[in-house]
């Protein structure tokens, strides 16, 4: 079955420095991928997304790697600042709607 | 997402009880889903609705029902409440016309529920 995981549960990063969260998935069906932005308290919150047919895809600080051959995304937060301390989700979209959801990674930023 | 409203936000209730959550949204999405998140969990899928005469079972819906009464509201119910049913509650949208990279999904703020 399909399944989303990630390797690590916490990430603590310098405040400045560059922010990468991986996700790992096992199934190559996938229409396209998620990530999420959980604070405390609040519902997840879009942050970028990619399709199955792209290698990467860039916003607003952030980037989207997708590495198809080894099932890896990962999330890159540029310069990162106090307000990304958040919990991490990726997630696999299959069948247009279906999101399975990983575990999440706790990303802590260090003054 | 304001769009997405929950309601309630709190809610404590005891072993046997019958509890109603409530979801609304102004997006103007047809498609609605309840999740729940455990503690170090990611969501998982309860219960999905694709319009107001389509309801569709999730990967966890045992215990749980809903209802659409119209496209902007979607409810969960909990028959009789259960401890192991004691979790985040969030509420989603999507709009199935999203031309973009993907149908994103848009969540509410949650519910927490504990179950005594």
């Known amino acids: 079955g399909e399944s989303v995981g990630l390797h690590l549960p916490t990430l603590s990063v310098q405040e400045g420095d560059n922010s990468i969260i991986n996700c790992a998935y096992s199934?190559?069906?996938?229409?396209?991928f998620i990530w999420y932005k959980q604070e405390s308290g609040k519902g997840p919150q879009f942050i970028i997304d990619?399709?199955?047919?792209?290698d990467k895809r860039q916003g607003q600080r952030v980037t989207v790697l997708l590495n198809k051959t080894v099932k890896h995304l990962s999330l890159q937060i540029a310069a990162t600042q106090p307000g990304d301390s958040a919990v991490y989700f990726c997630?696999?979209?299959?069948?247009?709607?279906?999101?399975?959801f990983g575990s999440g990674t706790r990303l802590l930023v260090r003054p | 997402d304001a769009d997405v409203t929950q309601t309630p936000r709190n809610r404590i209730t005891k072993t046997g009880k019958r509890i109603m959550l409530e979801c609304s949204q102004t997006?103007?999405?047809?498609?609605m889903y309840w999740y729940r998140q455990d503690p170090g969990l990611g969501l998982r899928l309860i219960y999905y609705?694709?319009?107001?005469?389509?309801?569709n079972k999730g990967e966890i819906s045992d215990g749980y029902s809903v209802s659409r009464q119209a496209q902007a509201k979607f409810s969960l119910s909990l028959e009789s409440a259960i401890p192991n049913q004691t979790a985040l509650y969030f509420c989603?949208?999507?709009?199935?016309?999203?031309?973009?990279?993907?149908?994103?999904?848009?969540f509410g703020p949650g519910t927490r529920l504990l179950v005594l």
């Open positions: 989603a949208t999507s709009d199935s016309s999203d031309r973009g990279v993907g149908e994103t999904q848009y």
């Open positions: 199934n190559s069906a996938s229409d396209y």
């Open positions: 990619i399709r199955s047919n792209m």
């Open positions: 997630a696999g979209c299959y069948s247009s709607y279906k999101l399975i």
């Open positions: 997006k103007g999405h047809d498609r």
């Open positions: 609705s694709f319009d107001v005469k389509d309801i």
